[in-house]
């Protein structure tokens, strides 16, 4: 069987074996999800909503009765939103995470790759420490104190882009921004230590030696596996961003997924935790494969064992 349809078979129970360690882990922490309706509600009330969630049984049930949701693609009603599934809240929120977690991800490597590769190039003129030291800032500064400063800039003052809510293309310029810019950063640095190793290899020499014009190089012989170690990051990145960002949704008021990301946590939510923990995980696990099997696109050495 090809590695490709192995690594494929195995997405499955690596995703149960996730969510089973997530379903144990969310009852293990102190708390439950109606800590709050107990100071205010009679006992009644409360016994009531054990039954009606299935929290009255015994864990072992309980998990039977997960499992066979999660095979049926039924993940369970949301405990804090009532009335709604966690399916459903997932597919509201999640399109919109998608959309803003890939436009943060173009902004990321357009940025990154050039300049990662330009401060390369012009290793130790006053340009790359220049450019480094932006570079810096954008990894060091939090999304927190960037969101609302890219509002108080360009929504408020100069009233260029919307400061918050989803609508249209302009509204996601600003969390798009503030989203893709820390990673950014990640990538020039990679970008740029790669293509500084790659241009000290004997076969730039070679080409060189050639007498290859020096953007030919650059271009055609040293950019191909400089960037291997972006292409490795982008796997992981591209899944942190499509799960979205509580911070930067949170500025924006962007309807996600990410604000239920940490609700479900400090709620004890325990359906809509484990839903989200089972998103992220097939998120990753199916990027991180694509990584892999797009390594053999880029450097041929890697294809003798895909």
């Known amino acids: 069987m090809p590695l490709i349809f192995r690594r494929l ?32 509600a009679s006992p009644e009330i409360e016994r009531q909503l054990m039954q009606r969630y299935h929290l009255d049984e015994p864990l072992w049930q309980q998990y039977g009765r997960f499992l066979a949701g999660v095979f049926r693609g039924d993940l369970g009603p949301s405990l804090k939103y009532r009335n709604h599934s966690v399916t459903d ?15 943060a991800f173009g902004f990321a490597l357009g940025i990154g790759i050039p300049t990662g590769f330009c401060t390369a190039v012009w290793r130790g003129q006053w340009a790359d420490w220049g450019i480094s030291l932006l570079v810096l800032l954008a990894i060091c500064v939090p999304g927190f104190v960037i969101g609302p400063v890219l509002v108080l800039v360009f929504g408020l003052k100069l009233g260029w882009f919307p400061v918050g809510l989803w609508g249209s293309p302009l509204h996601a310029v600003l969390p798009m921004v503030t989203l893709g810019l820390y990673f950014a950063g990640r990538i020039a640095r990679l970008m740029r ?95 991180n494969m694509v990584v892999d099997f797009s390594y053999g696109l880029l450097d041929p050495r890697t294809k003798s064992s895909q």
């Open 9 to 40: 078979a195995a997405i499955p129970p690596l995703v149960v074996l996730i969510a089973s360690l997530a379903f144990f882990l969310v009852r293990v922490a102190p708390g439950g999800p109606f800590d709050r309706e107990r100071k205010s």
């Open 193 to 287: 230590e790669g293509m500084m190793q790659t241009l000290q290899s004997e076969f730039i020499q070679t080409a060189r030696a050639k007498g290859l014009s020096e953007l030919r190089v650059l271009l055609k012989h040293a950019f191909r596996p400089a960037v291997l170690p972006v292409l490795s990051y982008s796997g992981p990145m591209l899944a942190d961003l499509l799960t979205g960002s509580f911070v930067v949704e949170n500025i924006f008021q962007v309807p996600g997924i990410g604000v239920f990301l940490v609700n479900s946590s400090i709620n004890r939510d325990y359906p809509m935790t484990i839903g989200l923990v089972m998103l992220y995980a097939i998120l990753l696990l199916g990027l």
């Open 89 to 103: 809240i997932i597919a509201q929120g999640l399109p919109v995470s998608l959309t803003l977690g890939l436009l």
